[in-house]
């Protein structure tokens, strides 16, 4: 079955850098746009970042541009978000989707806390 | 960016009634609009596509009406499992793509 399975969350002090994966299967993963949307504790849903499925577009939301990038290796079935210049508003559960204009599925989410 | 304003911030339902929730855009989406459930813990799950198009495997009691600016998702009957938070997306202009802050579903 169709499945994404995230990794790479923690804890990290403002300032610091983490890296995070998605693991992709049970479908031709270089066929698929893929994005990043993330939810702080508590609240709701923000997209982060967009990547076409040869890697060539890539999107990201205002709140993080300059200190985001996204990636991918399609050889590895693996999503990747580099996360540079953590701050406190960064606290999240990162979640990585399939992206149809619609997200579907979803992951199961990595929590990535910044706190000093 | 469209901002997206889902009403109300929570809903009361008893099990069995009809639950209706709404999402307004800020300005016309045309039928690109998203709906989806979460659960606590878990992640969220998708619903409806399309502003109408049920997603594989979605029951027929949830149901997506609206175009342009207002939309609207329907629970017929509610059951016990349908208690979540739910949440509208749209895809009509975008980067970036837009939720609205969610409307909490608890039971009455």
């Known amino acids: 079955q169709v499945q994404l399975v995230e990794s790479g969350g923690g804890l990290v002090k403002p300032g610091g850098s983490l890296r995070l994966s998605c693991a992709a299967s049970?479908?031709?993963?270089?066929?698929?746009?893929m994005s990043w949307i993330r939810q702080a504790p508590g609240k709701g849903l923000e997209w982060v970042s967009y990547?076409?499925?040869?890697?060539?577009?890539?999107y990201y939301a205002d709140s993080v541009k300059g200190r985001f990038t996204i990636s991918r290796d399609n050889a590895k079935n693996s999503l990747y978000l580099q996360m540079n210049s953590l701050r406190a508003d960064d606290t999240a559960v990162y979640y990585c989707?399939?992206?149809?204009?619609?997200?579907?599925?979803w992951g199961q989410g990595t929590l990535v806390t910044v706190s000093s | 960016e469209i901002v997206m304003t889902q009403s109300p911030a929570t809903l009361s339902v008893s099990p069995g009634e009809r639950a209706t929730l709404s999402c307004r855009a800020s300005?016309?989406?045309?039928?690109?609009l998203a709906w989806y459930q979460q659960k606590p813990g878990q992640a969220p799950r998708l619903l409806i596509y399309g502003a109408s198009t049920r997603a594989t495997g979605i029951p027929a009691r949830f149901s997506g009406s609206g175009s342009g600016t207002e939309f609207t998702l329907t629970i017929s009957s509610l059951q016990s499992e349908d208690f979540a938070v739910y949440y509208c997306?749209?895809?009509?202009?975008?980067?970036?793509?837009?939720f609205g802050q969610g409307t909490k579903l608890q039971i009455k």
């Open positions: 989707a399939r992206d149809l204009n619609w997200f579907d599925p």
């Open positions: 990547i076409s499925s040869s890697g060539t577009t890539i």
């Open positions: 300005q016309s989406v045309s039928s690109n």
């Open positions: 997306q749209q895809y009509n202009n975008w980067p970036p793509y837009t």
């Open positions: 049970g479908f031709t993963f270089s066929d698929y746009y």
